[in-house]
C-alpha cells in the first residue's frame, strides 16, 4: 500500500484487502530497510499495538473515520502520552511524555495508528534538519544532501513510503521548506487554526501544526482532524471545526492568483522556469494571473531573527535541571547547574539562537530591535492584507535553490536566508502550502500558495485541481518504489 492515498487505503482496509496490522508491518518493515535516512528518533509499538486493536475493531463494525487505521509519523516535538519526546535534543533525550498533545489526540481519535516520532532540528530550530542531536536526516533524493527542516524527518518518511501522513510544526518555514526539498505536499495552517497544547515552544506568536502527504487531498483529509478550537491553547483561534476536502473539486476558473515578480526574478533560471512552468499550468485550468507587490517583505528575515530567537530565549527558560530533562553532573550550586546544564544540553545553533534572543530583549536593545521587529511585522502583514484585495491566493517560490548538500551552509546567516520566501507569511500568519513541481537536477522543488487568514481550503483547491492535471506528486525518488 505504499505511495497510497488515504480514500483508497481506506477501500482496501474495509473491503478486507489489507489489515490493519498488515499496513502497520508494511510501515515498520520500510522504516527498518530506510535506516539510513535516519527520519525517526523512536518507534511507538506498544500504543501501535493498541491502536491496530481499537481500528480493526471500528473497520469490522463499520465505524470510526476514513482515516481509521491509516498509519501516521509524529514529528518528535508533540507530546505522545508515555512516549519520549525529544524535540531533537539531548536535553530531552529522555522526557516521557506525561499527555497528548491536542493534535495528536485528534488524530487518535479519529483513529489513526502511530508508527513513530520524526527526528528533527533541535527545537525546530535550522531549515536542513542539521542540528538535530540524534543526526543529519538525509534526503531519499539524495543521500548526500538535506531534507530540508526543521520537520527533515517527517518530509523524508513520507518522501520514503515510510508511512503516508506525517505531522510538521512551521515557525518560519519549516513544513514548507522539507516539503519541497523532499518532494511531498506539506501545508501550514492560519496560526491559531490548530492547537499549540502539547507542541513544544520554539516562538509562541510563531509556531504552528501542519501535516504532511504526497497529495493535497489527503492534508485536507488530516487537516480537517487535526484542527478545531481547544480552550487548552490561549491562541486557539474560535472558529468552528471545517472540513476541507469539501471544496477540493471545485473548479479554480476565475480564481485571481497573485504574482510576485521580484521574487520571481531573484531565482536562478532553472528554478524560475519550473516555478513559471508551474503557474502557467494553474492560468490553464483558468485561474487569472495578477502582480502584485509586497514591499516591505525584505525585511522579513532581519525581523523573524529578531522575534524568534526572542521569543525562544523565554520559553527555553524552563529548561533549567530542576523540573524535567538534562541534568548536569555533581552541580557546585545552583547557578553551575543552570550553566552546565545548558551549556552541556543544548546544541550550538539553540544557543545561538537564546543568546540572540536574550540580547535583543535586554533593557538596552529592546526599542532599538524588538519592538522595530515587531513593528516591521505589522507592516508586512498589512502588505498581504493589501495584496489580498486583489487576489484569491498568491503563488512563489519556497526555497531560492533546490535541496543543497550537508555542510553547505556554514554561514548562520546564509542558512537563514533558505527561509526568505516562507518566513514573510509566517509573520502574518497565513496558511500556506507546497507543492511539488518537478524536478531541477534531479531534485525536487516546490511552488507555494499562500491564503488569506483562515482560507485553508481555497489553497488546498487551487493544489488539488494542479495535482489532478499533473503528476508531480507522484513521484518517488530511485530505490524507493520498491
Same mark, same amino acid.
Given at each position: 500500500?505504499?505511495?497510497?492515498?488515504?480514500?483508497?487505503?481506506?477501500?482496501?482496509?474495509?473491503?478486507?484487502?489489507?489489515?490493519?496490522?498488515?499496513?502497520?508491518?508494511?510501515?515498520?518493515?520500510?522504516?527498518?530497510?530506510?535506516?539510513?535516512?535516519?527520519?525517526?528518533?523512536?518507534?511507538?509499538?506498544?500504543?501501535?499495538?493498541?491502536?491496530?486493536?481499537?481500528?480493526?475493531?471500528?473497520?469490522?463494525?463499520?465505524?470510526?473515520?476514513?482515516?481509521?487505521?491509516?498509519?501516521?509519523?509524529?514529528?518528535?516535538?508533540?507530546?505522545?502520552?508515555?512516549?519520549?519526546?525529544?524535540?531533537?535534543?539531548?536535553?530531552?533525550?529522555?522526557?516521557?511524555?506525561?499527555?497528548?498533545?491536542?493534535?495528536?489526540?485528534?488524530?487518535?481519535?479519529?483513529?489513526?495508528?502511530?508508527?513513530?516520532?520524526?527526528?528533527?532540528?533541535?527545537?525546530?530550530?535550522?531549515?536542513?534538519?542539521?542540528?538535530?542531536?540524534?543526526?543529519?536526516?538525509?534526503?531519499?533524493?539524495?543521500?548526500?544532501?538535506?531534507?530540508?527542516?526543521?520537520?527533515?524527518?517527517?518530509?523524508?518518511?513520507?518522501?520514503?513510503?515510510?508511512?503516508?501522513?506525517?505531522?510538521?510544526?512551521?515557525?518560519?518555514?519549516?513544513?514548507?521548506?522539507?516539503?519541497?526539498?523532499?518532494?511531498?505536499? &506539506?501545508?501550514?495552517?492560519?496560526?491559531?487554526?490548530?492547537?499549540?497544547?502539547?507542541?513544544?515552544?520554539?516562538?509562541?506568536?510563531?509556531?504552528?501544526?501542519?501535516?504532511?502527504?504526497?497529495?493535497?487531498?489527503?492534508?485536507?483529509?488530516?487537516?480537517?482532524?487535526?484542527?478545531?478550537?481547544?480552550?487548552?491553547?490561549?491562541?486557539?483561534?474560535?472558529?468552528?471545526?471545517?472540513?476541507?476536502?469539501?471544496?477540493?473539486?471545485?473548479?479554480?476558473?476565475?480564481?485571481?492568483?497573485?504574482?510576485?515578480?521580484?521574487?520571481?526574478?531573484?531565482?536562478?533560471?532553472?528554478?524560475?522556469?519550473?516555478?513559471?512552468? @508551474?503557474?502557467?499550468?494553474?492560468?490553464?485550468?483558468?485561474?487569472?494571473?495578477?502582480?502584485?507587490?509586497?514591499?516591505?517583505?525584505?525585511?522579513?528575515?532581519?525581523?523573524?531573527?529578531?522575534?524568534?530567537?526572542?521569543?525562544?530565549?523565554?520559553?527555553?527558560?524552563?529548561?533549567?535541571?530542576?523540573?524535567?530533562?538534562?541534568?548536569?553532573?555533581?552541580?557546585?550550586?545552583?547557578?553551575?547547574?543552570?550553566?552546565?546544564?545548558?551549556?552541556?544540553?543544548?546544541?550550538?545553533?539553540?544557543?545561538?539562537?537564546?543568546?540572540? &534572543?536574550?540580547?535583543?530583549?535586554?533593557?538596552?536593545?529592546?526599542?532599538?530591535?524588538?519592538?522595530?521587529?515587531?513593528?516591521?511585522?505589522?507592516?508586512?502583514?498589512?502588505?498581504?492584507?493589501?495584496?489580498?484585495?486583489?487576489?484569491?491566493?498568491?503563488?512563489?517560490?519556497?526555497?531560492?535553490?533546490?535541496?543543497?548538500?550537508?555542510?553547505?551552509?556554514?554561514?548562520?546567516?546564509?542558512?537563514?536566508?533558505?527561509?526568505?520566501?516562507?518566513?514573510?507569511?509566517?509573520?502574518?500568519?497565513?496558511?500556506?502550502?507546497?507543492?511539488?513541481?518537478?524536478?531541477?537536477?534531479?531534485?525536487?522543488?516546490?511552488?507555494?500558495?499562500?491564503?488569506?487568514?483562515?482560507?485553508?481550503?481555497?489553497?488546498?483547491?487551487? @493544489?488539488?485541481?494542479?495535482?489532478?492535471?499533473?503528476?508531480?506528486?507522484?513521484?518517488?525518488?530511485? &530505490?524507493?518504489?520498491?
Amino acid at each position: 500500500m505504499k505511495f497510497t492515498g488515504i480514500k483508497q487505503i481506506a477501500q482496501a482496509l474495509r473491503s478486507k484487502v489489507i489489515s490493519v496490522q498488515e499496513l502497520y508491518d508494511e510501515s515498520v518493515q520500510r522504516l527498518n530497510t530506510y535506516e539510513e535516512l535516519n527520519c525517526i528518533i523512536n518507534t511507538t509499538p506498544e500504543l501501535a499495538a493498541a491502536q491496530i486493536k481499537k481500528a480493526q475493531t471500528q473497520i469490522d463494525t463499520n465505524q470510526g473515520s476514513l482515516l481509521t487505521g491509516v498509519p501516521i509519523v509524529h514529528k518528535d516535538l508533540f507530546c505522545v502520552k508515555n512516549t519520549k519526546t525529544t524535540c531533537g535534543s539531548k536535553i530531552l533525550e529522555n522526557f516521557v511524555a506525561p499527555y497528548d498533545a491536542t493534535i495528536v489526540e485528534n488524530l487518535n481519535g479519529a483513529g489513526m495508528v502511530t508508527i513513530a516520532k520524526a527526528n528533527m532540528d533541535e527545537f525546530a530550530m535550522g531549515s536542513s534538519n542539521e542540528n538535530s542531536f540524534f543526526g543529519v536526516v538525509k534526503n531519499p533524493w539524495d543521500l548526500t544532501r538535506v531534507p530540508g527542516g526543521s520537520s527533515g524527518g517527517s518530509a523524508a518518511s513520507v518522501a520514503a513510503g515510510i508511512s503516508p501522513i506525517a505531522t510538521g510544526s512551521d515557525t518560519g518555514g519549516s513544513i514548507r521548506q522539507p516539503a519541497a526539498l523532499c518532494g511531498v505536499t &506539506g501545508i501550514k495552517p492560519s496560526y491559531g487554526r490548530a492547537s499549540r497544547y502539547g507542541m513544544v515552544a520554539f516562538a509562541s506568536s510563531l509556531d504552528q501544526a501542519g501535516v504532511f502527504a504526497r497529495a493535497a487531498e489527503d492534508c485536507a483529509y488530516v487537516l480537517s482532524e487535526m484542527c478545531g478550537f481547544d480552550g487548552r491553547d490561549s491562541t486557539s483561534a474560535h472558529v468552528a471545526k471545517e472540513d476541507f476536502s469539501q471544496n477540493l473539486n471545485k473548479s479554480i476558473k476565475g480564481m485571481k492568483i497573485g504574482i510576485i515578480p521580484e521574487w520571481m526574478d531573484s531565482l536562478d533560471d532553472k528554478l524560475k522556469n519550473q516555478t513559471i512552468t @508551474a503557474i502557467n499550468k494553474l492560468k490553464d485550468l483558468g485561474a487569472q494571473l495578477i502582480e502584485i507587490e509586497l514591499p516591505k517583505a525584505h525585511l522579513a528575515v532581519s525581523a523573524y531573527y529578531v522575534l524568534a530567537p526572542a521569543e525562544c530565549s523565554s520559553n527555553l527558560s524552563r529548561f533549567d535541571g530542576v523540573r524535567y530533562g538534562y541534568q548536569c553532573d555533581n552541580p557546585k550550586d545552583l547557578n553551575d547547574l543552570y550553566v552546565r546544564t545548558r551549556t552541556e544540553g543544548f546544541g550550538e545553533e539553540v544557543k545561538r539562537r537564546i543568546m540572540i &534572543g536574550t540580547w535583543a530583549l535586554s533593557a538596552g536593545f529592546y526599542d532599538a530591535y524588538y519592538r522595530k521587529a515587531q513593528k516591521i511585522r505589522r507592516l508586512i502583514a498589512d502588505d498581504f492584507q493589501s495584496a489580498f484585495t486583489q487576489v484569491d491566493i498568491i503563488a512563489a517560490p519556497v526555497t531560492p535553490e533546490a535541496a543543497f548538500e550537508f555542510n553547505a551552509k556554514k554561514d548562520p546567516v546564509s542558512m537563514y536566508q533558505e527561509d526568505i520566501f516562507t518566513i514573510p507569511s509566517s509573520l502574518a500568519g497565513l496558511p500556506c502550502l507546497s507543492m511539488p513541481i518537478g524536478l531541477v537536477d534531479n531534485l525536487p522543488v516546490g511552488l507555494q500558495l499562500i491564503g488569506n487568514n483562515l482560507a485553508e481550503s481555497t489553497i488546498l483547491n487551487a @493544489a488539488h485541481q494542479y495535482q489532478q492535471d499533473t503528476s508531480f506528486h507522484k513521484l518517488v525518488a530511485e &530505490g524507493y518504489d520498491e
